[in-house]
């Protein structure tokens, strides 16, 4: 079946442009992960939806960066006045629910530069 | 709060040789330990996953690692590498009532044929 699926794959933008990333997830996952993988660190959590909760957003580093998501299918993490160190690869992950004991499925990325 | 320390960000093998990646983790409270793959332009795959049962948790494509709670640790192996493992390796760690992965920097792996 399809899996989960990010577009675009590659962003370049100029400084102090505003961002759109898109995450579609697997049909029927209720839970929704934003991750940013900085050149040569591991994955950073950045915002997580389950369901009609509110989302938790601690991981969100600064004010520029939000993310809404449609009922439970698509989910858009905006970045607002890009600075050069959001240059980053963004990762969507879904889950069946969310919990550790669910496995997260995640999407191939955006790569993001900004110059 | 939890931590995930991989020891190696780049790890060179032969073909058929053992491969070996560290992880050692730090937890408040019991954890969920996971390893995942991540292949050449693809997205992060998992290989296996600890919660709590038998400490030596058997994967996908021949890996394996074994949750040691004294020494903090969650290693993966595999006995012997092939020339289709070479990807980048991260481990995870998660409290078992939370649901946010916190992931150790990386290590690649190359197989030498």
């Known amino acids: 079946g399809a899996g989960v699926s990010q577009s675009p794959s590659n962003k370049v933008t100029e400084k102090g442009k505003d961002v759109e990333l898109r995450c579609d997830p697997i049909s029927g996952h209720t839970a929704l992960y934003w991750y940013r993988q900085r050149l040569g660190q591991g994955l950073e959590f950045l915002i997580y939806?389950?369901?009609?909760?509110?989302?938790?957003k601690s991981g969100l580093p600064s004010d520029r960066f939000s993310a809404e998501r449609t009922g439970e299918s698509v989910s858009t993490l905006t970045i607002q006045r890009t600075q050069q160190e959001d240059s980053a690869v963004y990762l969507c992950?879904?889950?069946?629910?969310?919990?550790?004991?669910?496995?997260?499925?995640f999407g191939p990325g955006t790569r993001l530069t900004v110059l | 709060a939890q931590s995930v320390t991989q020891l190696g960000s780049h790890v060179s093998v032969s073909e058929g040789a053992l491969v070996l990646l560290r992880c050692n983790y730090s937890s408040s409270v019991p954890p969920y330990l996971f390893w995942y793959v991540q292949y050449p332009n693809q997205g992060l795959q998992l290989l296996l996953k600890?919660?709590?049962?038998?400490?030596l948790v058997k994967g996908i494509n021949g890996f394996e690692a074994e949750f040691k709670k004294s020494e903090t640790s969650f290693h993966l192996t595999k006995p012997s590498a092939h020339m289709s493992d070479a990807a980048e390796y991260f481990c995870a760690v998660t409290p078992f009532n939370d649901y946010k992965l916190s992931f150790g920097a990386g290590t690649t792996v190359t197989v030498r044929a």
């Open positions: 600890y919660t709590s049962a038998a400490t």
């Open positions: 939806f389950q369901g009609n909760s509110a989302p938790d």
């Open positions: 992950a879904s889950s069946p629910s969310g919990g550790p004991h669910n496995e997260q499925f």
